[in-house]
Every structure is written in structure tokens, then in C-alpha cells.
């Protein structure tokens, strides 16, 4: 018997927001794609053996929306290699191959957490999952939006349409909002108002909100980013170690994780 969660769909649209991002929205599989982190696998080329990309992309719910004569579902794709250049080349009516929805989200792990103020920490194509946060309108939400070079960032009109109120820095200081690392502008904000943190984005991002959250006492919670090898729980190159010596299998316990239960300094 196939997979029921593997689905065949129509790609609706496919638009460049800047920086090598593009917003790809396609008609909506069957599945609840609801819980801010959830993720599915991508595949817009041929299955035959020995083809290359062998592996099908793990991509991050950007939105899912239920408005109008059908549901649609959208992702925020980085073109970065061979599997992102195939999906950031794709048009209307093409087909695209969906595995999902996989993983578990925020709502899953935190079901208290959209009744309270938060600082959504967005670190590159991390920024994906924090627009659907964002449509669950918890109270006065506050983005901020990290990149290494303004080059990268994503157009700044769009990013203003889900997310009025955000931060934004880059390493380099070209582009858009301030010079430096996001974590030095979410600890400036940590010392005149305490609040819950969602981040998702590179390792070393989430590594050092860690210490800002236990400095300041507030829960920290992250949706990781890895290599997911086969998106099962089979391979485990997607886990990531606990400080009670386990492993959290970012595709199946995950992807989202209480981030103070993470021993970042090992891999």
C-alpha cells in the first residue's frame, strides 16, 4: 500500500522575494498543516534510480490558508543547491510531489504559548515558519530577522505584509535594519521586556539564545534545522544530543524542542 501522506499537487505560483528566496504556493494536500513548524518533503524531479538530487527536500510550512474554492499551502524555498534550483524553477500547473505534513509543531509541545507575548527569533530561511505563527495572532508579537549580508535578506514589503512589527539585522550591515548578529538585538529587547523566544534557524544561532534565555529565566523554544536524511527517524542525522545524554529526532519528536533541554555544545 503507497504512503497516504505522499500526494501529487499543482503548483499555483511561484514568486522571487529577494535574496534567492522565492515563494512557491501550491494547491494544499489533505493533512492538518496547521501547527507553526510542521515541514514536508519537496520533490520537483525524476525518481528513477541514480538520479541527482537523490533525496527529496525537507522545505518548512511558510502558510497554510483555507480562504476561497480550495486550501493552498505555501513555502519560502532559498535557492542553495541542485533540489532548491529544480523547486525555484518551477511554473503554474507543473507537479510537484509532497510527503507530509511530517513532524510535530509548537501547538504540539507548547499549547499555551499563542496567549502570551513573544520574541520570534528568525534566522535566515528560518523566517519561514514564523508567518504561521503570526496568522494564530498571539498578542503583540515582535520578529527578529537575522542575515549574514543584505544580499540575502527577503524583500522588505513582503516580510512587512505578515510581520508588521520586526527587527531586522545583518552581519555585514548592507541591506536593511541594523549591523550585527540578531541575538544582540533580541538581548537588548530581553532587558526591558522578559518574553517567551520561538527561533528557528542556523545551529549557531539557537546555541546562543540558550544562555539569553537562561540569564533573563524565560522558556526557550526552536524549531531546528538540519540535514534530513530520509524525514522518518530512520537515519538520525537529523538528531540532536539532550542534556540527559538522549538524542531528539528532529524529524519525528521535533522539529520544534524546548530549547534549554539541548546540550549545544556537542553534536
Known amino acids: 500500500m503507497a504512503d497516504p501522506k505522499i500526494t501529487h499537487t499543482e503548483v499555483l505560483s511561484l514568486t522571487q522575494r529577494g535574496g534567492h528566496i522565492f515563494q512557491l504556493i501550491v494547491k494544499a494536500p489533505p493533512g492538518d498543516w496547521t501547527d507553526p513548524g510542521v515541514f514536508a518533503k519537496l520533490r520537483a524531479w525524476a525518481e528513477a534510480p541514480y538520479v541527482y538530487p537523490l533525496l527529496d527536500r525537507p522545505i518548512s510550512v511558510h502558510r497554510f490558508s483555507k480562504n476561497g474554492p480550495e486550501r493552498t499551502l505555501e513555502f519560502l524555498i532559498r535557492e542553495i543547491g541542485p ?11 507543473d507537479k510537484l510531489k509532497i510527503t507530509g505534513p511530517l513532524g510535530r509543531g509548537l501547538l504540539s509541545l507548547a499549547p499555551d504559548i499563542l496567549s502570551q507575548p513573544l520574541y520570534l527569533v528568525a534566522g535566515g530561511i528560518g523566517l519561514a515558519p514564523m508567518a504561521c505563527v503570526l496568522e494564530l495572532k498571539p498578542p503583540k508579537p515582535l520578529l527578529f530577522y537575522g542575515e549574514r549580508s543584505g544580499c540575502f535578506q527577503i524583500d522588505r514589503d513582503y516580510l512587512a505584509s505578515f510581520a508588521p ?11 536593511y535594519g541594523q549591523k550585527g548578529l540578531v541575538t544582540g538585538l533580541v538581548r537588548k529587547a530581553l532587558e ?11 545551529r549557531g544561532m539557537l546555541a546562543a539564545l540558550a544562555p539569553l534565555a537562561r540569564k533573563f529565566g524565560v522558556r526557550l523554544y526552536v524549531s531546528g534545522e538540519a540535514f534530513f536524511g530520509c524525514g522518518l527517524g530512520v537515519c538520525l542525522s537529523c538528531s540532536l544530543p539532550l542534556s540527559d545524554k538522549t538524542r531528539f529526532r528532529l524529524c519525528q519528536e521535533g522539529p520544534v524542542i524546548d530549547g534549554l533541554k539541548v546540550d549545544w555544545d556537542k553534536r
Not at 522578559?194 to 542556523?202: E, M, S, Y
Open 83 to 93: 533540489g532548491t534550483s529544480f523547486l525555484a524553477k518551477l511554473k503554474p500547473t
Open 165 to 175: 512589527d520586526f527587527m531586522a539585522s545583518t552581519e555585514d550591515g548592507r541591506g
Open 192 to 202: 526591558v521586556e522578559k518574553r517567551t523566544i520561538l527561533a528557528c534557524g542556523p
